[in-house]
């Protein structure tokens, strides 16, 4: 049994994909992360450490057994940790995919990132996501090349219902934590994708992902941008896919 488990924010939506997974036989889990959406943010407060224990305590409760953990943006990044500091993990999975993510230094090789992420932690993006041309303009720069005004319209929405001031802490380990240098300990069977003209996780991080994960096979979608679950939606269900069953023991 394949087990895809979706671990985000807001960026993950999983709608785009859960009937196409459902469809292949596949059992499905998602949740909201901490101070995400319906979740609380917990007396361990929103960080690395407690999301990354987030991750191993669902699966661990959900008995997930030859499974395959995928994390969207800052999904992946705390994916990542989980696997280096819960090795553990590596046991209950046969697959990880790191979809438009990376492994910290957020800012590294990313003007846009630079630009936004000052505004964001300012409180100024989101009065400029309100209004009729911000919303538009920063909707499009999560976008590929030829982004839709539904995708727009709705990315605007989830952007403007989640409070991001408390998830601020999680932002900063983003910029200031690195574990590109840990990547050799993963030793799950990984695939990374990246839409080339992704602004907010250029292509050079999931290059550096692919060569620092052992085997890892780098999947780069033309023209999509950040939001690969609904640019690329069977991209990412063939990613998931692409992970051989183990041997029934």
Same mark, same amino acid.
Request: glycine letters at 10%; proline letters at 6%.
């Given at each position: 049994?394949?087990?895809?488990?979706?671990?985000?924010?807001?960026?993950?939506?999983?709608r785009?994909?859960?009937?196409?997974?459902?469809?292949?036989?596949?059992?499905?889990?998602?949740?909201?992360p901490?101070?995400?959406?319906?979740?609380?943010?917990?007396?361990?407060?929103?960080?690395?450490?407690?999301?990354?224990?987030?991750?191993a305590?669902?699966?661990?409760?959900?008995?997930?057994?030859?499974?395959?953990?995928?994390?969207?943006?800052t999904?992946?990044?705390?994916?990542?940790? @989980?696997?280096?500091?819960?090795?553990? /993990?590596?046991?209950?999975? +046969?697959? %990880?995919?790191?979809?438009?993510?990376? $492994?910290g #230094?957020i800012l590294?090789?990313?003007?846009?990132?630079r630009?936004?992420?000052?505004?964001?932690?300012?409180?100024?993006?989101?009065?400029l996501?309100?209004?009729?041309?911000?919303?538009?303009?920063?909707?499009?720069?999560?976008?590929?090349?030829?982004p839709?005004?539904?995708?727009? @319209?709705?990315?605007?929405?989830?952007? /403007?219902q989640?409070n991001? +001031?408390? %998830?601020?802490?999680?932002?900063?380990? $983003?910029? #200031?934590?690195?574990?590109?240098?840990?990547?050799?300990?993963?030793?799950?069977?990984?695939?990374?994708?990246?839409?080339?003209?992704?602004r907010?996780?250029?292509?050079?991080?999931a290059?550096?992902?692919?060569?620092?994960?052992?085997?890892?096979?780098?999947?780069?979608?033309?023209? @999509?941008?950040?939001?690969?679950?609904?640019?690329?939606?069977?991209?990412?269900?063939?990613?998931i896919?692409?992970?051989?069953?183990?041997?029934?023991?």
């Amino acid at each position: 049994m394949l087990e895809p488990f979706g671990t985000s924010g807001p960026e993950l939506d999983i709608r785009c994909q859960w009937d196409k997974l459902l469809d292949h036989g596949h059992r499905v889990i998602a949740f909201d992360p901490r101070g995400h959406r319906r979740s609380t943010i917990g007396s361990a407060g929103i960080g690395s450490e407690s999301m990354a224990a987030d991750d191993a305590a669902v699966l661990e409760h959900f008995d997930v057994r030859d499974g395959v953990l995928v994390g969207h943006s800052t999904g992946g990044f705390i994916a990542i940790r @989980a696997l280096v500091e819960h090795p553990e /993990l590596t046991g209950w999975l +046969r697959g %990880l995919v790191l979809c438009a993510s990376w $492994a910290g #230094r957020i800012l590294d090789g990313a003007p846009q990132n630079r630009l936004q992420i000052p505004l964001l932690q300012s409180g100024v993006l989101q009065q400029l996501m309100r209004t009729r041309t911000g919303g538009v303009l920063l909707g499009a720069s999560f976008c590929g090349k030829h982004p839709s005004s539904a995708m727009i @319209a709705v990315g605007k929405t989830m952007s /403007l219902q989640q409070n991001h +001031r408390p %998830l601020l802490p999680i932002l900063r380990a $983003a910029m #200031r934590e690195d574990r590109y240098p840990r990547l050799t300990e993963i030793t799950v069977p990984t695939v990374v994708m990246v839409g080339s003209a992704d602004r907010t996780t250029p292509s050079s991080h999931a290059r550096r992902l692919a060569a620092g994960v052992p085997g890892a096979r780098l999947v780069t979608v033309p023209d @999509a941008g950040h939001l690969l679950n609904w640019e690329a939606p069977d991209a990412l269900v063939n990613a998931i896919g692409s992970f051989e069953k183990r041997p029934a023991a």
